[in-house]
T-cell receptor, first 113, second 114 residues
């Protein structure tokens, strides 16, 4: 039962262009969403988060959009840089769940020169 | 380095042996989480501990797995009588608070069972 889904296992984008990574969830109790970036042989590092009371959160080149009615969120990276090449995980939690996160399976982003 | 420290980075065990994975959280963090990542999958929650207490172990297999976070020292994830299916990357994470805080992850322990 995959409650957080990232249907694109990989994405290739040219440097300078926009990267859009998508994530869908099924559990309506989720109210906090996060994106983590992971390089090989390292642990995930926090990128950006959004609460369900918002529909957009921006931090520099990274913007997360949340569409609660569609149970969908997306991460936009603009402009994309070669150093952004990594696996991106979408994660979700629910109030009262502490920091127990449910992760998607990840999307491998490759930013090409 | 004030981050989450996990050791060992790589651990090789034969079937039936015990595996002990250690995690030192960020200094000052009293909440520790263990996650497991199987090949081609996302991270799966295993257990959440706060100093000396197990808060949520809903993701832990019922047998052979145990976790502790003593008052002094690192958190330990212990797997007894390992089987090949236990081969995975085990990540520890910590946070200063219990609610809606980003987790700080360690680099993980890659367990290989021969």
């Amino acid at each position: 039962d995959q409650q957080v889904k990232q249907n694109s296992p990989s994405l290739s984008v040219q440097e300078g262009r926009i990267s859009i990574l998508n994530c869908d969830y099924t559990n309506s109790m989720f109210d906090y969403f996060l994106w983590y970036k992971k390089y090989p042989a390292e642990g995930p590092t926090f990128l950006i988060s959004i609460s369900s009371i918002k529909d957009k959160n921006e931090d520099g080149r990274f913007t997360v959009f949340l569409n609660k009615s569609a149970k969908h969120l997306s991460l936009h990276i603009v402009p994309s840089q070669p150093g952004d090449s990594a696996v991106y995980f979408c994660a979700a939690s629910e109030t009262g769940g502490g920091n127990k996160l449910t992760f998607g399976t990840g999307t491998q982003l490759k930013v090409e020169l | 380095n004030a981050g989450v420290m996990q050791n060992p980075r790589h651990l090789v065990r034969r079937r039936g042996q015990e595996a002990r994975l250690r995690c030192s959280p960020v200094k000052g963090h009293s909440h520790v989480y263990w996650y497991r990542q199987l090949p081609e999958e996302g991270l799966k929650f295993m257990v959440y501990l706060q100093k000396e207490n197990i808060i949520d172990e809903s993701g832990m297999p019922k047998e052979r797995f145990s976790a502790e976070f003593p008052k002094e020292g690192p958190s330990i994830l212990r797997i007894q009588q390992v089987v090949r299916g236990d081969s995975a990357a085990y990540f520890c994470a910590s946070s200063p608070l219990a609610t809606n805080e980003k987790l700080f992850f360690g680099s993980g322990t890659q367990l290989s069972v021969l």
